[in-house]
C-alpha cells in the first residue's frame, strides 16, 4: 500500500501570503497526483490532476507541481475563500488509490 | 451543471444493512465510470468501488470485498451501493463521485455528491 504523508498537518497564513502544502509518497507514482480542497460540510473539490494540471475553474492562483514520491500544492496569493483542509491523493495503483491525512489552512 | 446527490443514509444496528444510491445530473451518466468514497474521522478518505461507465465491471477496495456492492441504472442515472453486515468501523459519510475520464477510468474524481451519513451503532 503507498502511503501519502502531508506537512504540515496546519498552516496558518494571512490573506494575500503564500501557502504551500508537501505530499509525499512512500514510492514512486510518477504524476498520479490530485490534490482536493474541502470546506467544512463540503464534499471535496478537485483542484489538481497529473500532479500539476488545474482542474476546470480553478483559479490560477493554485498551482501543482512534484513528480515521483514529492510533491506540492502552493497557493499564491490566499484569498478568504481558500481557508479550507487540502488533501492529495494517489491514484498510481489501479484500485488502491490513497489520500494524504490532510493540511488545514487556518487564517492568522 | 453536474449534480450528485446521494440519499439512503441512517443509523443502523450493526450485522444489518443498507443501499445508499446517488442520483445524477448535468452529464451524460452512462459515459462515465463511477466511484464510492467514504470518509470517518479515524481513517480519513477512503477509496471503496468503482464501476464501469457501461456497469459491466465493478471493482472494491479489499477493505469491503464481499460486503459491498455497487450497481447502476444507466437508464434512471442513478447509482447504487449495498452494504451489508454492517459493522462499526462503517460509520462515514459516503460519497458518490465521477470518475474524469470518458468510457475509462482515471481513477480521479472530477465532482461528488454532498454526501450521506451513515452511523452503525446499537
Known amino acids: 500500500e503507498i502511503v501519502m504523508t502531508q506537512s504540515p498537518a496546519a498552516l496558518s497564513v494571512s490573506p494575500g501570503e503564500r501557502a504551500t502544502v508537501s505530499c509525499r509518497a512512500s514510492?514512486?507514482?510518477?504524476?498520479?497526483l490530485a490534490w482536493y480542497q474541502q470546506k467544512p460540510g463540503q464534499p471535496p473539490r478537485l483542484l489538481i490532476y497529473?500532479?500539476?494540471t488545474r482542474a476546470t475553474g480553478v483559479p490560477a492562483r493554485f498551482s501543482g507541481s512534484g513528480s515521483g514520491t514529492e510533491f506540492t500544492l502552493t497557493i499564491s496569493s490566499l484569498q478568504s475563500e481558500d481557508f479550507a483542509v487540502y488533501s492529495c491523493h494517489q491514484y498510481h495503483t489501479w484500485l488502491r488509490g490513497s489520500f494524504g491525512g490532510g493540511t488545514k489552512v487556518e487564517i492568522k | 451543471q453536474v449534480q450528485l446527490v446521494e440519499s439512503g443514509g441512517g443509523v443502523v444496528q450493526p450485522g444489518r444493512s443498507l443501499r445508499l444510491s446517488c442520483a445524477a445530473s448535468?452529464?451524460?451518466?452512462?459515459?462515465?465510470?463511477m466511484h464510492w468514497v467514504r470518509q470517518s474521522p479515524g481513517k480519513g478518505l477512503e477509496w471503496l468501488a468503482l464501476?464501469?461507465?457501461?456497469?459491466?465491471?465493478?471493482y472494491y477496495a479489499d477493505s469491503v470485498k464481499g460486503r459491498f456492492t455497487t450497481s447502476r441504472d444507466n437508464s434512471r442515472n442513478t447509482l447504487h451501493l449495498q452494504i451489508d453486515t454492517l459493522r462499526v468501523e462503517d460509520t462515514a459519510v459516503y460519497y458518490c463521485?465521477?470518475?474524469?475520464?470518458?468510457?475509462?477510468?482515471?481513477?480521479?474524481?472530477?465532482?461528488w455528491g454532498q454526501g450521506t451519513r451513515v452511523t452503525v451503532s446499537s
Open positions: 448535468g452529464f451524460t451518466f452512462s459515459n462515465y465510470a
Open positions: 514510492q514512486s507514482i510518477g504524476d498520479t
Open positions: 463521485a465521477k470518475d474524469h475520464c470518458y468510457h475509462g477510468v482515471c481513477s480521479f474524481f472530477d465532482y
Open positions: 464501476i464501469s461507465f457501461d456497469g459491466n465491471d465493478q
Open positions: 497529473g500532479a500539476s
